[in-house]
């Protein structure tokens, strides 16, 4: 799905009321039926809403809403905040609304705290939506901090009040903090960084029927990875293939008490698809890697730690797992560097590796490559920023300059590609969060390289995946209990969803 900038939704609502040939006015009606058939399948008749409404056209969604929960016997209040002139479409809705009820509206003009608002009310703010320019302050501010203090169930129609769909508020702003957020249309890009997303709650996507046309005919480098993605990704195997058809994966780390890591690397990548799996690790690892994957053949480098990298022809490799930092694998990884022009994936101490190094040893790494930071190993590689918005953009710029696909893994995993785009992954939960669990990721995306799947491919899909098996971990178990080999073991349901029947 197509992430939009404040701009290019304000031209999406413009394009679609002229294709398909709507009021604006019918534009909003249709918007708040929308927010009113979502509330009307949760909440009960004998639920009350309390709707604060702006003076611009998220206030007047607010106002066709109360008005439409009314008319199916529905308990609502709107509250207007009229600092200034309403928009026309906004004016019309509180003629439309008073005709209902006029006793269902209420002006605020001062102090927030004469409102009651009953403990079991479910508040909705509809004060301002993608049209914020600025910070709140005043009466809005007033009554935004109020209304977070209270224990009432809170729904933001189409974007928490104080919100930018572009930007991040400064720590100090007051933002109306949600259980749930109805977002028209599509996802706003601030809801995929920790400072504005902690204000959003549960976000559900409306559709309120924008155009097609315009979401298909317009440019953006912001993405979501979704179900749709991975499927449009996913490629069913040959029934004529053999093990040689899907490739070779050959995972490279382990070390003397970090064997664990290479093992959970391999067979993800196994699991994943690869036709054969070699681990090259330590010699300490033999026993274990033999008896813990017996699918998958071992190449010793050193003894307790790697001092060597074969460079092999027709493999895919993942390096860094369970690496350790040791001089030894350090100068084998910068000698690999070195002789090794082909693309592979690097994680963990390998990034740091080259951390450690990064003038010399960050232009060698081949373009194509695929490097799987967590933040702080970014950190380490490019430098502090003051926040996630920026470190999205450092990591974007930092994809095109050295033509490499960079994966910001957190909660809302960023893929940046060489060509400068950005997706935001959409699976995926707290409880991946445990030791192993980007391991796992390493594996699963060497095993869809060595298949064939292109560096891109295999980059969005096995990110997918990744947070998708968490996801079917999860609910079979606590987030708590989820560990990383529950991620590998249920792989193979996350390809059956994204499969076609
Ligand atoms: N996209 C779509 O397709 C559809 C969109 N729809 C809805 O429209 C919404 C966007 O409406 P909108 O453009 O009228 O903006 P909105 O946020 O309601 O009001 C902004 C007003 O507030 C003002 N203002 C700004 N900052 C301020 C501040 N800090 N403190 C005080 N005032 C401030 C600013 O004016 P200013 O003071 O700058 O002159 C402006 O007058 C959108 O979120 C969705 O709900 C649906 O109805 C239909 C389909
Ligand atoms: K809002």
Same mark, same amino acid.
């Given at each position: 799905?197509?992430?939009?900038?404040?701009t290019?939704?304000r031209?999406?609502?413009?394009f679609?009321?002229?294709?398909?040939?709507?009021?604006?006015?019918?534009?909003?009606?249709r918007?708040?039926?929308?927010?009113?058939?979502?509330m009307?399948?949760?909440f009960l008749?004998?639920d009350?809403?309390?709707?604060?409404?702006?003076?611009?056209?998220?206030?007047?969604?607010?106002?066709?809403?109360t008005?439409?929960?009314?008319a199916e016997?529905?308990?609502?209040?709107a509250?207007?905040?009229?600092?200034?002139?309403?928009?026309?479409?906004?004016?019309?809705?509180v003629v439309?609304?008073?005709?209902?009820?006029?006793?269902?509206?209420?002006?605020?003009?001062?102090?927030?705290?004469?409102?009651?608002?009953?403990?079991?009310?479910i508040v909705?703010?509809?004060?301002?939506?993608?049209?914020?320019n600025r910070?709140?302050?005043?009466?809005?501010?007033?009554?935004?901090e109020?209304?977070?203090?209270?224990?009432?169930?809170?729904?933001?129609?189409?974007?928490?009040?104080?919100?930018?769909p572009?930007?991040?508020?400064?720590?100090?702003?007051?933002?109306?903090?949600?259980?749930?957020?109805?977002s028209?249309?599509?996802?706003?890009?601030?809801?995929?960084?920790p400072?504005?997303?902690?204000?959003?709650?549960?976000?559900?996507?409306?559709?309120?029927?924008?155009?097609?046309?315009?979401?298909?005919?317009?440019?953006?480098?912001?993405?979501?990875?979704?179900?749709?993605?991975?499927r449009?990704?996913y490629?069913?195997?040959?029934?004529?293939?053999?093990?040689?058809?899907?490739?070779?994966?050959?995972?490279?780390?382990g070390?003397?008490?970090?064997?664990?890591?290479?093992?959970?690397?391999a067979?993800?990548?196994?699991?994943?698809?690869a036709?054969?799996?070699?681990?090259?690790?330590?010699?300490?690892g033999y026993?274990?890697?033999?008896?813990?994957?017996?699918?998958?053949m071992?190449?010793?480098?050193?003894?307790?730690?790697?001092d060597?990298?074969?460079?092999?022809?027709?493999?895919?490799?993942g390096?860094?797992p369970?690496?350790?930092?040791?001089?030894?694998?350090?100068?084998a990884?910068?000698?690999f560097?070195?002789?090794?022009h082909?693309?592979?994936?690097?994680?963990?101490?390998?990034?740091?590796? *080259? !951390? #450690?190094? $990064? @003038?010399?040893?960050?232009?060698? +790494?081949?373009? %194509?490559s695929?490097?799987t930071?967590?933040?702080?190993?970014?950190?380490?590689?490019?430098?502090?920023?003051?926040?996630?918005?920026?470190?999205?953009?450092?990591? *974007? !710029? #930092?994809? $095109? @300059?050295?033509k490499i696909?960079? +994966?910001?893994? %957190?909660?809302?995993?960023?893929?940046?590609?060489?060509e400068?785009?950005?997706?935001?992954?959409?699976?995926?939960?707290?409880?991946?969060?445990?030791?192993?669990?980007?391991?796992?990721?390493?594996?699963?995306?060497?095993?869809?390289?060595?298949q %064939?799947?292109?560096?891109?491919e295999?980059?969005?899909?096995?990110?997918?995946?990744?947070?998708?098996?968490?996801?079917?971990?999860?609910?079979?178990?606590?987030?708590?209990?989820?560990?990383?080999?529950?991620i590998?073991?249920?792989l193979?349901?996350?390809?059956l969803?994204?499969?076609?029947?």
């Amino acid at each position: 799905m197509k992430i939009f900038s404040s701009t290019q939704i304000r031209e999406w609502d413009v394009f679609t009321i002229q294709e398909q040939g709507l009021s604006s006015h019918e534009l909003m009606e249709r918007a708040a039926r929308t927010c009113f058939e979502w509330m009307k399948k949760r909440f009960l008749r004998e639920d009350y809403f309390y709707i604060f409404c702006g003076t611009g056209n998220n206030g007047g969604d607010g106002l066709a809403l109360t008005r439409l929960l009314l008319a199916e016997g529905f308990c609502a209040k709107a509250f207007l905040l009229q600092e200034k002139e309403l928009t026309i479409d906004t004016q019309k809705n509180v003629v439309l609304l008073r005709k209902v009820s006029s006793e269902s509206l209420f002006i605020i003009e001062k102090e927030i705290s004469i409102i009651d608002i009953p403990k079991n009310a479910i508040v909705i703010d509809a004060l301002f939506g993608t049209g914020l320019n600025r910070a709140l302050n005043g009466l809005a501010k007033e009554i935004i901090e109020k209304i977070n203090l209270l224990p009432n169930k809170k729904i933001a129609i189409d974007i928490p009040s104080g919100l930018f769909p572009d930007k991040l508020p400064n720590a100090d702003d007051a933002c109306f903090s949600s259980d749930w957020t109805l977002s028209f249309q599509t996802y706003k890009r601030s809801f995929f960084y920790p400072e504005a997303a902690k204000y959003t709650g549960v976000i559900n996507v409306l559709d309120i029927g924008l155009s097609k046309d315009f979401s298909e005919s317009n440019e953006t480098t912001f993405f979501t990875l979704d179900e749709v993605t991975a499927r449009s990704l996913y490629k069913p195997r040959n029934p004529f293939g053999h093990k040689g058809t899907y490739g070779t994966a050959v995972l490279v780390g382990g070390s003397y008490g970090k064997i664990g890591a290479i093992i959970l690397s391999a067979k993800a990548a196994l699991r994943a698809g690869a036709g054969k799996v070699f681990i090259q690790a330590p010699h300490c690892g033999y026993t274990i890697a033999q008896t813990s994957i017996p699918e998958a053949m071992f190449i010793a480098a050193g003894e307790n730690f790697i001092d060597s990298i074969d460079i092999m022809e027709d493999v895919v490799r993942g390096i860094g797992p369970g690496l350790g930092t040791e001089p030894a694998s350090r100068i084998a990884l910068e000698s690999f560097l070195r002789n090794n022009h082909e693309p592979f994936v690097i994680d963990a101490d390998g990034l740091n590796i *080259i !951390a #450690k190094n $990064k @003038e010399k040893l960050l232009p060698l +790494i081949p373009e %194509g490559s695929i490097i799987t930071p967590h933040p702080k190993e970014f950190e380490r590689l490019f430098g502090r920023t003051n926040n996630s918005l920026e470190r999205n953009e450092l990591a *974007i !710029a #930092k994809s $095109k @300059e050295h033509k490499i696909y960079i +994966i910001l893994k %957190g909660h809302r995993t960023q893929i940046c590609t060489p060509e400068g785009a950005c997706y935001f992954n959409l699976s995926g939960n707290a409880g991946m969060a445990t030791a192993g669990s980007g391991d796992v990721l390493t594996g699963i995306i060497t095993g869809l390289l060595a298949q %064939g799947y292109s560096a891109k491919e295999a980059t969005l899909l096995g990110v997918y995946l990744h947070g998708l098996s968490g996801d079917i971990a999860a609910k079979k178990n606590a987030q708590e209990a989820l560990i990383a080999s529950d991620i590998i073991d249920l792989l193979g349901q996350a390809f059956l969803r994204i499969s076609p029947e």
